[in-house]
């Protein structure tokens, strides 16, 4: 059995070859809920439980749930992913989610930036991942992972390309929360091969737009806004109620989302230099591909990915599948 993760900032993106999961990547302690049964936890979100070799038990919300209910939940990884224990409480819940057997091959992405670095730590890190876990009260299963391969972001998402060219310079751009990876791959007789040196990560992300609705939400109620209640705001438009008053923050979102692409567009162009004349065909990919449509104007011959967000983890698959 193969499994194609993509742990991100603010999502986890699984895949197996049946089915596929997408969950918010926070991460609460369990706590009991009087309300409980009022709402049925498999659509709104997960609550896992983890029992580690050493016999401890730990219980969590996660995602949906964790953003609802959880006191003290958090966007959950720091630079170094894998390091942050949300990361393993992550990809054990989407794994048992999946249903997925002991010593199943995973696949998982790092940004370009820190590939070389950390691969074969996150590599040995995964492999050696285990513990028996339930999700939403089912039965404790064992999930563990045989083999893993580690693949840069954005290079995944390349393989979803649905017209490649047969040969020439193509570009990927994968637009995540907090980082933008930019994958540059020379095309010959259809074999791709990226090109390192036009290959990296860019820190702006869909987070700069929070951070800028957050501060406006701040100067204009005199509150201060946690950056995990932003994408609420933003899915109402701007439009919400505030202590009874309507506040509109649907000019700030827009402006911002221009700001933001023209910020990320002027990196990445800013890093291929004179290349940038010589690619095919740019490709957009991660969720802020969706939410920073103007980027297709900022280059020529843009294209978004379809199911942009899922792109990298639908890579991955393609990757594992081959092996
Ligand atoms: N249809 C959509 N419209 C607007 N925004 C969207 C849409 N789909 C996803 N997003 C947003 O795009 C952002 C980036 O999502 P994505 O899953 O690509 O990030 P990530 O992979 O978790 O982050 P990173 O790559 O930085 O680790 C998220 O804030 C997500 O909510
Ligand atoms: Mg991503």
Not at 9 to 22: A, D, E
Not at 122 to 151: C, D, P, Q, T
């Amino acid at each position: 059995m193969h499994i194609a993760m993509d742990i991100g900032y603010s999502h986890v993106k699984s895949i197996t070859t049946s089915n596929r999961v997408i969950i918010p990547s926070v991460v609460a302690p369990f706590r009991k809920l009087s309300l409980v049964d009022l709402s049925s936890p498999s659509d709104s979100g997960h609550v896992v439980e983890i029992r580690r070799v050493d016999g401890t038990i730990s219980k969590y919300f996660v995602g949906e749930m964790a953003l609802r209910e959880g006191h003290g939940a958090s966007f959950s990884l720091d630079r170094e992913k894998h390091r942050h224990p949300n990361h393993d409480i992550l990809a054990l819940a989407a794994a048992r989610v999946l249903n997925t057997g002991p010593g199943a091959m995973v696949v998982a992405g790092l940004p370009v930036a820190y590939y070389r670095t950390q691969r074969e730590e996150l590599k040995n890190h995964l492999e050696g991942l285990h513990a028996e876990v339930s999700v939403n009260g089912n039965k404790l299963k064992r999930i563990s992972f045989g083999k893993a391969v580690v693949y840069p972001q954005g290079a995944g998402a390349l393989f979803m390309a649905p017209d490649l060219p047969q040969n020439g310079m193509v570009l990927l751009v994968d637009i995540g929360q907090k980082t933008t990876d930019y994958v540059t791959a020379e095309v010959a007789e259809g074999n791709v091969k990226p090109v390192s040196s036009l290959c990296g990560s860019v820190e702006t992300g869909v987070q700069a737009i929070y951070e800028i609705v957050a501060q406006e939400f701040l100067s204009s109620t005199g509150m201060p806004l946690a950056a995990i209640r932003v994408p609420e705001i933003i899915s109402q438009s701007g439009r919400i109620t505030y202590y009874g008053k309507e506040r509109d923050f649907s000019g700030v979102i827009n402006q911002a989302r221009t700001d933001i692409a023209l910020a990320i567009s002027d990196q990445v162009k800013a890093a291929l230099g004179d290349r940038l004349a010589f690619i095919k065909k740019v490709y957009l990919a991660g969720g802020g591909a969706e939410m920073l449509r103007s980027m297709t104007s900022l280059f020529p011959e843009a294209y978004v990915l379809p199911e942009p967000q899922w792109a990298n983890a639908a890579g991955f698959l393609k990757v594992v599948n081959a092996h």
